[in-house]
C-alpha cells in the first residue's frame, strides 16, 4: 500500500438543530443554514468515505480496508475487529439544544441492531458564554423517578448541565443520558455506530409541523440511571511521548492524545499497530508521510486525516498548530 494522508470528502447532515458554523468555521462546502454534522471519516453503511487527494482518489475506506486490510488497519485492529472500521469521525454545529438521548451498549446495540454500541468522546471547538451540555443525572435515580418525570415533562430537572470552554474533552460511556446544549461546536469521535435513542425532544416541531420520532421503551434498558461526579477528562502528560502531548481518553475504543506543536517535528508512528487518524483543532499545519514526501496535505483548522498503519513516520511543518491524534 502506497502510504500518505488520506483526506476524505466530508458527508454533510442538515439537522433540525444545526446551523451554519460548519461552513464558516471549518470552511465546509453548504447554502443550507441547517448542516448538524459533518463527518469526516465512517464507514457506517450508506455514509461510507471517499477518498478525495492522492493515488487513491475516489475510492471508498471500505474498498481500501478489503485491499490492504493489516496494512491499511495493523494486525492488532484486524483481530479485534475485522474488516469493520471502528471508529467515526464528526463535526457538530448545535445551532439549538440538541434532542436528549442515549446509545446502546456494544451487546444491547449488537442483539437489537447488529451494530456496534456508541461510547463517544467530544472535544469542544468553539462555545458561546453560558453554553453548556448535559451529561448525565445530578444523582442517582431509579427506573421509577425517570419515568415519572418524563411523562410529567420535567426530565430536564433530574439532569446535570455541565458549563464548557474551548477544548474541553468529556467522554460519554453508553447508558448515559446526554445532550449538546446550543451555541457548541465540537470534534465527536466515537464507535463505528448511529444508534441512538431519544427521549425528549423539547416538544419542538419540524418544518412540517410534525414532533420527532422518541424512543421511550428501548432507552429504558439503556439508561444507567447511576450519576457520576464528572465525565470531563482530565488530560495526562505522556511521558513516553517525544512530543509535547497530553493524553486524554484511554478506552477499550480509542485512544486520543492531544498535541501542541511550535516548530517542524517529525512522529515516529512505527509502534503503534493502528491507523492513525489527526484533526487539527487549532492553526494549521502541513503533513506528510517520510515515504512519500511528494503528497502533502494543507491543514487547516478542521482539517481530518488518516495514516494508514503501514505508515512509520510523518513530517509536521508548523509554526503553531494543536492536534488531537486518535487511533485504536
Not at 453560558?130 to 425517570?146: H, M, N, P
Not at 474551548?166 to 446544549?181: L, R, S, W
Not at 503533513?287 to 494543507?298: C, F, G, W
Amino acid at each position: 500500500m502506497q502510504s500518505y494522508p488520506l483526506l476524505f470528502d466530508p458527508i454533510l447532515k442538515e439537522r433540525i438543530w444545526g446551523g451554519e458554523r460548519l461552513r464558516y468555521l471549518l470552511g465546509r462546502n453548504s447554502t443550507s443554514n441547517r448542516i448538524g454534522e459533518s463527518w469526516e471519516i465512517s464507514g457506517v453503511k450508506g455514509d461510507v468515505s471517499s477518498v478525495i487527494n492522492g493515488p487513491y482518489q475516489k475510492r471508498l475506506l471500505t474498498d481500501l480496508i478489503d485491499e490492504f486490510d493489516r496494512d491499511f488497519l495493523g494486525d492488532s485492529v484486524i483481530e479485534r475487529f475485522g474488516k469493520a472500521f471502528p471508529i467515526l469521525i464528526k463535526f457538530l454545529d448545535a445551532r439549538l439544544d440538541l434532542s436528549i438521548q442515549v446509545h446502546p451498549s456494544d451487546q444491547l446495540a449488537q442483539k437489537r441492531h447488529n451494530s456496534f454500541g456508541k461510547n463517544e468522546m467530544w472535544y469542544i471547538l468553539e462555545a458561546e458564554k453560558e453554553a453548556k451540555l448535559i451529561i448525565g443525572f445530578k444523582e442517582d435515580v431509579d427506573r421509577d423517578i425517570y419515568t415519572d418525570f418524563l411523562n410529567s415533562n420535567r426530565l430536564t430537572d433530574l439532569l446535570a448541565y455541565h458549563p464548557v470552554a474551548k477544548a474541553d474533552a468529556f467522554f460519554i460511556e453508553t447508558g448515559t443520558i446526554h445532550a449538546i446544549g446550543a451555541g457548541i461546536v465540537l470534534a465527536e469521535i466515537q464507535q463505528t455506530s448511529d444508534v441512538t435513542y431519544r427521549v425528549y425532544d423539547f416538544n419542538r416541531k419540524d418544518s412540517d409541523g410534525n414532533t420527532r420520532e422518541l424512543h421511550t421503551e428501548l432507552a429504558l434498558d439503556a439508561l444507567n440511571f447511576m450519576a457520576k461526579s464528572t465525565y470531563k477528562l482530565q488530560s495526562a502528560v505522556l511521558e513516553e511521548h517525544p512530543l509535547s502531548a497530553h493524553s486524554l481518553a484511554r478506552t477499550p475504543y480509542f485512544k486520543t492524545n492531544e498535541i501542541s506543536l511550535f516548530s517542524n517535528e517529525v512522529i515516529d508512528l512505527e509502534s503503534l499497530d493502528s491507523f492513525v487518524i489527526y484533526i487539527v483543532v487549532e492553526g494549521s499545519a502541513i503533513i506528510y508521510d517520510l515515504a512519500m514526501p511528494e503528497i502533502r496535505v494543507e491543514a487547516a483548522l478542521g482539517t481530518t486525516l488518516l495514516l494508514p498503519a503501514c505508515c512509520k513516520k510523518i513530517a509536521i511543518e508548523t509554526f503553531s498548530c494543536r492536534l488531537l491524534e486518535v487511533f485504536v
